[in-house]
């Protein structure tokens, strides 16, 4: 069980059966009354946010979570396929579980895998993937003096902004974080 007094950003707890992640928090000590945590926390299964006080004292429980290094194979329909390096197990995730990380998979691409009770619910991306550009228009040239940028469709499907001088056929570096280009592989 966790105290509030432990609460900090990152925290996993189980809130109510499910798992969650606290987003921010911040202890508040009223002139008057007890002092209480404001939370933010994002369900982990579902990806919603709540905001929460918790009393000072309230006690969370630990959820039943763990991480697993597992490589993607394929997708099947909405079906997204994982393999545990260990066991040779797999693992299927929806669509929705997914959420926007499928833009940045690649086959045979390692991940890391949360798993509730037991049950695979979410996954976690490398921080930069590198994707070749499949669509991109010409660069136009002409004002140019702010940075311009055109969109970009990758072979994932994803759309990012690029600068003029990339080009269709090229490999390029995503931020997974905010779908940002970062630079041209090497």
Do not use: W
């Amino acid at each position: 069980m966790y105290d509030t007094s432990e609460f900090r950003n990152g925290l996993k707890i189980e809130y109510e059966g499910d798992p969650y992640e606290i987003v921010t928090c911040q202890h508040v000590k009223p002139g008057k009354g007890v002092a209480f945590v404001k939370a933010r926390i994002k369900n982990l299964r579902t990806g919603s946010s709540l905001d929460i006080n918790f009393r000072s004292g309230d006690r969370v429980g630990k959820p039943d979570i763990e991480m697993r290094e597992m490589s993607y194979l394929y997708q099947d329909g909405d079906l997204y396929y994982f393999m545990d390096s260990h066991t040779y197990d797999q693992k299927p995730l929806t669509e929705e579980q997914l959420g926007d990380t499928k833009y940045y998979l690649k086959e045979n691409m390692p991940v890391q895998v949360l798993f509730f009770q037991g049950n695979a619910i979410s996954i976690e991306v490398p921080m930069k993937v590198e994707l070749k550009i499949i669509k991109s228009d010409p660069g136009i040239r002409g004002d140019t003096a702010q940075g311009a940028t055109k969109p970009a469709t990758l072979e994932t499907g994803l759309i990012v902004q690029v600068p003029l001088f990339v080009e269709e056929g090229e490999i390029i570096r995503v931020d997974t974080r905010n779908a940002t280009y970062i630079e041209r592989a090497r």
